[in-house]
């Protein structure tokens, strides 16, 4: 059922099979708390011991007795039987809250009073890849969103990629512009380091602005501890950033002390330092101020596209 790479469990499958949790998803809560969870079945009217048995020509005609054509039948056994047979390597999708919800099930089926089918889900729901994040919608390819426009109950959806969205796995192409990035960004930070103060501090603004952040004003010349005075043109937050070529922590801590005075005006405190120092470096800040090195000012110079800008001050 599954293997194992950098001692995680990747999830094995042969299918992928996207599933409705009732009209108008009256089945999720249930299916997500009661233990143990369960993937449901509505189909009432649809009678169990034909389907357990695999009389499906008898679980059609009692559709077609329903007033169903014969086309419309056939698609609904198509989907009934999905349920009853797929097997336990099967994986099994949903979704609820934004979120792509998954999880395998065992075979044995249930029926209860009100002839709801249902099988065991092994483990529980998740909303998350192995990795722990969240399968947010805004994460996923709008081919498999487009599933929950499917008018029936059940249908195929690309197994190959849920594996690598839940597996927490790139495609072969992603991985490899993945690396590129990376050696692209390493670059771009050594070329951030190389930088004249003056245009660091040109260089901060415009990451900032191009941020979504607004210069309220410029105060390193009035103000040795505020390099730039801004707002957040999104939020209306208030933020101050300090730009230091260099520093190591004993200059990051007299910052802090600096700023203590005035720290409840701003909702972000900035302290950018292309080149710190090991202990600087390697600080994780209790107060709330956000460090920003060369590795994320070069994701953010990408991002803003500024790695033109760069070339042309330090090429």
């Known amino acids: 059922m599954q293997n194992t790479l950098n001692n995680r469990s990747l999830i094995e499958a042969t299918k992928a099979l996207c599933i409705k949790l009732g009209q108008g998803g009256e089945f999720v809560e249930e299916s997500f708390t009661s233990y143990p969870n369960t993937v449901k079945l509505g189909y009432s009217t649809v009678p169990h011991e034909p389907c357990i048995s695999g009389n499906w020509t008898a679980v059609q005609k009692a559709l077609e007795k329903e007033g169903h054509s014969t086309a419309i039948s056939n698609n609904h056994v198509r989907q009934i039987r999905s349920f009853y047979e797929e097997g336990e390597d099967t994986v099994w999708l949903t979704f609820n ?119 309220v004003s410029y105060l390193g010349k009035q103000e040795k501890t505020i390099d730039l005075d801004m707002e957040s043109t999104v939020t209306g937050e208030k933020g101050v950033v300090q730009v230091k070529a260099t520093s190591n922590l004993t200059g990051f801590m007299a910052f802090e002390k600096e700023v203590n005075g005035f720290r409840s005006d701003y909702q972000k405190i900035f302290y950018v330092c292309p080149q710190p120092t090991p202990d600087l470096l390697g600080h994780k800040p209790q107060s709330g101020t956000i460090l920003y090195f060369s590795d994320k000012l070069a994701e953010l110079a990408i991002s803003a596209g500024l790695v033109d800008w760069l070339i042309k001050k330090c090429g």
């Open 97 to 215: 809250d934004n979120k792509l919800w998954w999880c395998q099930a065992e075979m044995e089926i249930k029926v209860n009073t009100e002839n709801i089918k249902s099988r065991k889900v092994k483990g529980v729901w998740l909303d998350q890849d192995i990795a722990g994040k969240k399968l947010l919608f805004g994460n996923l390819s709008g081919k498999i969103l487009t599933t929950k426009a499917y008018r029936g109950t059940i249908c195929t959806v690309d197994s190959e990629y849920v594996l690598r969205k839940i597996n927490s796995q790139l495609s072969e192409d992603a991985e490899e512009i993945k690396a590129l990035t990376s050696v692209l960004q390493t670059k771009i930070a050594g070329l951030i380091q190389k930088l004249f103060w003056n245009d660091l501090e040109l260089f901060v603004d415009l990451v900032f602005r191009q941020s979504g952040w607004r210069r």
